[in-house]
């Protein structure tokens, strides 16, 4: 007998709860009708309008012809568009002001990659309230952000702003920014709206080359691509963008399957959608609308509420209308749910945003805190051989490296706001704790000039040791930057590997935007620690690390690939029925003339052989950690029931140190192929040095439940395994059976 569970119910009961406004739903309703009564068909249809910063906007906005903006941060120019749309356009509605604050506004904190690599919500939704407190006083009241889309290949640029490979990472980071951006408050001045984008599949896109085509099965959807979507709704997101890929044949942003039976009809969305930049208007580029005025048509009637940029929508919907293309009642529930969010938000009370107060709170002491403590937790250390990190005992050290002093470039890709002056490079802050001698070696991370290598390997004489860092630029990563090839830049690795050649402790920093492939820099170097762009403070924190002030804590988000031909690699990939057995010829060992099978007939590269370069959840500390005692409760479970997973954890070195544990699960056997594992759990568990602790996990036996043969959400009765590790590839399995 199948165990059924309501979708409601389940697998998003753990992550939290609803954001609040103070006016009640159905006063909010009263005055949206009240509204909507005295609105015109032109005055509909400018609210559905989103303009960027740069057009006329004071025009469009008195005009009534003006919905949104996005792009324009000055608050004096904010305030104009404002007076403008309250003081002069018939019914006085104001705009909504929008802008891309993905990592920080002022502040940037790390990538969201490098955020997820935290593996800590709290200090993820601490950095999202952060960005809400310092774009709201320039009169942002709406981010596009969380970017939800799960990412498996590296060469996709846009890895950089997501949460990585695992849906159930994605789902606990994707619900700690909502709530950091959006508050207790809905209608707070410092609240800001959400927007979970992209709907959807986007970062499946094949080949990992942006805006390319995607084929995800309707199954995959609902398993991978949609929890984080759900869960972030379930948590109050109050906006929605679609994507610019098709899946399967069909644009989202004219798909109504999408944007009306899950999202509004299975998921009772009462939110906002609005498009990607032009996504609308680009369904004629992908052959699926004839014309402008047609891409309205089919983006409008699949259940978009508002254009960003195609302009289709202003200039087309009368005529759709008049030809009854469109009808008015899915004009007016696109209006309700627009005018729902501005009084949501409390627009119509507070519109304008005190110009004065503009920059009082940006950069704080306290949000500079926040922001380091995140990169701090960022950081990923992969290599630490004979314990080289932290350098205690060195007094002089060599600092060299293209990113070494990168102001601009540590900040990452979408940090539009953040200011450059600001950031705090690793330089900056080694200078504080080191006799420094600096010598870059490289100008740019693709430079390939390789005059000033000779001079660092020179400096490298007289030190203690070298601090090498490499990566990439801020431009290299982010939307539409995509690599097929993932070795550093330019000629970063020579100058590691000639730095190596001095013999003295090389400590290699990579600063980039995605998973790099590192497996010949690794060899060249004693210690690696691996930095996705880390933001304003990411020098502080790196310092932190480097003289053992902070331990590395960080684990891979994503899997670290040995090439990029081993794209897309993810940890929780459905079993394989000739999985490999740790058996591989790899090509050099293969004798001249040898039969065709055997080499054994397993899922492996010739080349590379099987395994990642780094498995998901990975990371190294200072100290040890050994997991012992693990337990489970009970052997068989029936539907209702929580597993109880205990374990023990040691400390088992000599620094105090924080070691992220992970849960793991295996469905043995399905109605369809299941994944080799999911992460289920994790948990961020602080120890003094020698210390253990007994820790426990809690997992429900319906958030086992998948959408199975049948499409239908449940938990398939049988044999399951289950680990408690420190990475998505190590730890013994546990077994049990749901009944
Ligand atoms: C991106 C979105 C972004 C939008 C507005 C698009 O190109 O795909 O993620 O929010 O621009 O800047």
């Not at 590790?725 to 059976?737: H, V, Y």
Request: aromatic content about 8%; overall charge negative.
């Amino acid at each position: 007998m199948k165990l059924k569970h309501l979708l409601l119910c389940c697998l998003f009961a753990a992550v939290g709860c609803t954001t609040a406004t103070t006016t009640p739903d159905n006063e909010i309703d009263r005055k949206v009708e009240e509204l909507l009564a005295q609105m015109t068909l032109r005055e509909k249809i400018g609210q559905m309008n989103q303009v960027s910063g740069g057009a006329n906007l004071c025009d469009w906005a008195a005009s009534g012809d003006l919905g949104s903006i996005l792009n324009c941060v000055d608050p004096a120019e904010i305030n104009a568009v404002q007076r403008a749309a309250v003081e002069q356009s018939r019914l006085g509605i104001p705009v909504l002001v929008s802008r891309d604050v993905i990592h920080g506004f002022r502040t940037i904190f790390p990538i969201p990659l490098g955020m997820a690599a935290t593996f800590d919500p709290a200090v993820v939704e601490q950095g999202a309230r952060i960005a809400a407190v310092e774009a709201t006083a320039s009169g942002v009241r709406w981010t596009f952000s969380p970017m939800l889309d799960i990412a498996r290949d590296p060469r996709w640029g846009r890895v950089a702003e997501g949460s990585g490979e695992d849906t159930y990472l994605d789902v606990q980071m994707g619900v700690a920014m909502v709530k950091g951006y959006q508050g207790d408050d809905y209608a707070d001045p410092t609240s800001m709206a959400a927007c979970v984008k992209h709907f959807v599949g986007y970062g499946a896109a094949e080949g990992g080359r942006d805006y390319n085509t995607t084929m995800i099965s309707e199954r995959a959807l609902r398993n991978v691509y949609f929890p984080a979507f759900k869960a972030c709704i379930d948590a109050g997101a109050l906006t929605l963008m679609t994507s610019f890929n098709d899946v399967d044949g069909l644009p989202s942003t004219g798909n109504s399957w999408l944007l009306d039976d899950i999202l509004r009809k299975e998921w009772g969305f009462d939110g906002m959608v609005v498009t990607d930049w032009n996504s609308a208007g680009e369904m004629i580029a992908h052959g699926y609308a004839e014309d402008l005025k047609h891409s309205a048509e089919l983006a409008v009637n699949a259940g978009v509420d508002m254009d960003m940029m195609s302009f289709g929508f202003i200039e087309h919907i009368e005529e759709l209308i008049n030809e009854g293309k469109i009808e008015m009642q899915t004009i007016d529930n696109a209006v309700r749910n627009i005018l729902r969010l501005k009084f949501r938000l409390g627009l119509f009370e507070n519109p304008y945003v005190d110009e004065a107060k503009a920059r009082e709170k940006v950069y704080a002491p306290e949000h500079l805190e926040a922001a380091k403590q995140c990169a701090v937790e960022s950081a990923i250390l992969l290599q630490n051989n004979n314990n080289v990190l932290p350098l205690t005992d060195a007094k002089r050290i060599l600092v060299t490296g293209p990113m070494a002093n990168a102001q601009f470039d540590q900040l990452g890709t979408w940090a539009f706001d953040g200011e450059e002056a600001y950031t705090v490079t690793p330089l900056m802050a080694l200078r504080d704790d080191y006799d420094v001698v600096y010598e870059p070696g490289l100008t740019y991370s693709r430079d390939t000039n390789k005059a000033g290598i000779p001079a660092a390997v020179r400096a490298a004489a007289g030190v203690d040791a070298v601090v090498v860092c490499v990566g990439e630029e801020a431009i290299l990563s982010g939307e539409a930057h995509c690599l097929s090839q993932l070795n550093l830049q330019g000629a970063q690795s020579e100058l590691i590997a000639e730095l190596n050649k001095t013999g003295k402790p090389i400590v290699v920093v990579v600063i980039a935007g995605r998973p790099l492939t590192i497996e010949r820099d690794l060899a060249e170097c004693d210690a690696m620690l691996y930095s996705f762009h880390p933001g304003t403070m990411g020098g502080e924190a790196i310092a932190d690390l480097i003289t053992g002030r902070a331990v590395p804590s960080g684990k891979t988000p994503m899997t670290f690939l040995r090439d990029a031909g081993q794209a897309p690699f993810y940890y929780n990939h459905p079993m394989t029925g000739r999985p490999n057995n740790g058996t591989e010829t790899l090509l050099n060992d293969i004798p001249l003339k040898a039969g065709q099978t055997s080499l054994g007939c397993t899922s492996y590269y010739l080349d590379t052989g099987y395994g990642p370069l780094f498995p998901f959840g990975y990371g190294l500390s200072y100290t040890t950690f050994d997991y012992s005692c693990i337990t489970i409760d009970k052997t068989e479970y029936t539907e209702g029931d929580v597993i109880v997973v205990e374990y023990d954890l040691t400390n088992s070195g000599k620094v105090d140190a924080t070691e992220v544990a992970q849960l793991y699960v295996r469905d043995l056997v399905g109605s369809v192929v299941r994944p080799v594992k999911e992460l289920k759990g994790f948990e961020r568990v602080y120890l003094k040095a020698g210390e253990t602790k007994h820790c426990r996990f809690e997992l429900p036996v319906a958030e086992l439940a998948f959408w199975n043969r049948d499409m239908e959400y449940v938990v398939e009765p049988g044999k399951f395994q289950l680990w408690v590790a420190g990475d998505s590839a190590s730890g013994e399995a546990l077994a049990f059976e749901v009944k």
